[in-house]
DNA sequence: ATTCCACTAAACACACTGTTCAGTGGTTAT
DNA sequence: ATAACCACTGAACAGTGTGTTTAGTGGAAT
């Protein structure tokens, strides 16, 4: 049995990564060295090496983590029945349920989505989505055959919108409530649709 | 008459410019040095310092003159016109001015929105459309009176759905024509008007 | 002729990096 | 109880890049 050990490991990378994510709200990520990270967590700069390579692998486990999150949502979301569903007027439960997640984990896609970040955490969430679950919306070709606009920029497009209108709620600091959103989704989604 | 001073700062300027925009395609902006940059452009790196303040000064002067040249464009394009034109099925000359400057100007744009940029151009793009574009054509009461989605939502929407064009259309190595994409463009504006 | 200007070359202290190594204290296994 | 184990500490290390400064070069303007 070496759960503690296990614990004891968790609970420093916790640590890192609570205090990395503050200071990432106070400034760049890169002006936030190893050293202020260490200094914040209240644990030696050596031991932050035991459990990431460096700053950008820390940053890269998180945004992993986060996304990891996001899939588990979005498989339970089944694009047919959640259009069918919507054409009847109803909100699929689970498309309220992505948007809760996002909810619960605001701040972390707040400090990853705004300027303060590396790689561009947008360019990678995009991804995600197109792969996720746009290829399966689109591909349906039971509710989307346009021969106006090629797939690809149908595809850019919409993912696109959906991570503005993301973007925009994050923005008013979650002022709308995760129905509303999911509302506004399935509104965008008919616009296509409707293509 | 100093014109040939000018001309002197003005020309190790653009060197250190391309030599700059070069090193982002093979590698980070972060693990681009003032160093790497003042080899490539065959300058001493103190004449770097002559020039810009750091590296994040160098590329924020680039980006804020590539964003400079979209605006002498946008600026002719009166959202007016454009919708007016668009519904007789007329393509606004200055609507394919704006593709065709991001054409022009395409390498810049793609190191720029790709993952080897700092802060995030992507955000700063979103942000200058915004304002110098859509907030113009959407407070036009003319065309846009919805009420079931809230303005800033279908601004914030409509920019990332007409960025994402723009990202696919790089994505794929400007194989379409300014003028298709033109076309393409329309088209997402009037989903959004018929909202 | 001399002042002006962009640029060079070399040196400077400073900050952060990633690694190493001996040592501490609590936990587990024998 | 003793020994092995494990996460962590503190301090040192060379290495790399930073931004600044200094003295000096050579061409252009006055």
Do not use: C
């Amino acid at each position: 049995m070496m759960a503690v050990y296990d614990d004891m490991n968790e609970k420093t990378k916790e640590k890192i990564q609570k205090s990395f994510l503050q200071l990432l709200q106070e400034k760049n990520f890169i002006k936030v060295s190893v050293q202020d990270i260490a200094k914040a967590s209240g644990i030696n700069r050596g031991t932050f090496y035991l459990h990431y390579l460096d700053k950008y692998d820390l940053l890269d486990q998180m945004e992993e983590n986060l996304l990891a999150g996001l899939e588990v949502q979005l498989e339970r979301l089944q694009p047919d029945r959640l259009l069918l569903e919507a054409e009847k007027g109803n909100i699929s439960m689970h498309a309220v349920e992505v948007f809760r997640y996002i909810q619960l984990n605001a701040e972390t896609f707040k400090v990853f989505l705004g300027g303060n970040n590396r790689v561009g955490f947008h360019k990678r969430l995009k991804q995600f989505f197109v792969e996720h679950f746009l290829e399966k919306m689109i591909s349906n070709e039971l509710f989307f055959n346009s021969t106006t606009v090629p797939q690809d920029y149908l595809s850019s497009f919409a993912t696109s919108a959906f991570l503005g209108l993301i973007e925009q709620w994050l923005d008013n600091d979650l002022a709308e409530t995760p129905k509303q959103m999911a509302e506004m989704y399935i509104q965008i989604i008919f616009f296509i649709k409707n293509l």
